[in-house]
């Protein structure tokens, strides 16, 4: 196992990682990196950034909150509940984003149940309807199936959580919030950054929920780059280029969550010795 157990993770990411962008880096870069030039030059591009950007830290912080709450009061629950919360949770992270997306049009569409309902009471169905294809409904439909992955994550965190320090500095007189803000909050913190920077990532790089709900109405990088890569795109040096650049935005929002995580393990490490 030690000389032979990391391989299969080698050639996983050969497969999947390095041999796809060997093939990209000469499409993006031939021609003097003209592709690059022809991307940035392109009017939509800033504002696909902007709006990607914008999408994926909305839904990564929507969901780290809620994910969080979520994540303590499973690690308050009895053995039995908390095995049924965790499976419910588990459920969307079973779906595609094709289904979610299909799920969310049933409900809240302009012929949704939950619009029809809402219009009995004296809504406006257009209006309630067309709330979903909506980039703020887009944003819904992503954090439905962050919020589980972010809980799923941080609840070992909060279930191993010592609360002796706590304890310890409310016995010294500190106040409830001072002791949470002094103790607890450095200790899950990082945790709870670093998740948030990873489904941040994971809704930068999402398609699939994005082209079902909202089609290509939305000016977003992931969109963007299906258009070039489709029957009516041509120019694959630019898609190549594109897909390098989606890329490095997800590596250094996830690079972001890794150094709160080793900050983490340091300080861990240093109050170890």
């Not at 979903?132 to 941080?154: E, F, M, Q």
Request: glycine content about 12%; some cysteine; aromatic content about 10%.
């Amino acid at each position: 196992m030690r000389r032979f157990g990391a391989w299969p993770a080698w050639a996983f990411m050969a497969l999947f990682f390095a041999i796809p962008l060997a093939a990209l880096l000469p499409e993006a870069f031939g021609d003097g990196g003209s592709a690059f030039g022809r991307l940035f030059g392109n009017p939509l591009f800033l504002g696909a950034l902007r709006n990607t950007l914008a999408l994926g830290l909305a839904a990564g912080a929507v969901s780290a909150l809620i994910g969080t709450c979520i994540a303590i009061e499973l690690a308050r629950q009895s053995p039995s509940r908390r095995q049924w919360m965790m499976t419910l949770l588990g459920l969307p992270l079973a779906f595609s984003g094709l289904v979610i997306a299909y799920g969310f049009i049933l409900a809240f569409g302009r012929a949704g149940f939950v619009t029809h309902l809402l219009a009995g009471l004296g809504g406006d169905p257009a209006v309630i309807g067309s709330w979903i294809y909506s980039v703020s409904g887009l944003g819904v439909a992503y954090a439905y199936y962050l919020i589980p992955r972010v809980a799923l994550s941080l609840y070992p965190v909060f279930a191993n959580l010592d609360l002796r320090p706590l304890q310890a500095a409310r016995t010294l007189g500190a106040s409830r919030a001072r002791a949470f803000w002094d103790t607890v909050l450095p200790e899950v913190l990082p945790s709870v950054l670093s998740n948030a920077c990873m489904v941040a990532a994971i809704a930068m790089g999402t398609y699939g929920t994005a082209l079902a709900l909202v089609g290509t109405q939305l000016n977003i990088l992931p969109l963007m780059l299906l258009a070039q890569v489709s029957d009516g795109g041509s120019d694959f040096a630019v898609a190549a280029a594109l897909s390098l650049v989606l890329m490095v935005v997800c590596v250094v929002v996830m690079g972001v969550g890794d150094v709160f995580t080793q900050k983490r393990e340091r300080g861990a490490a240093g109050a170890g010795h």
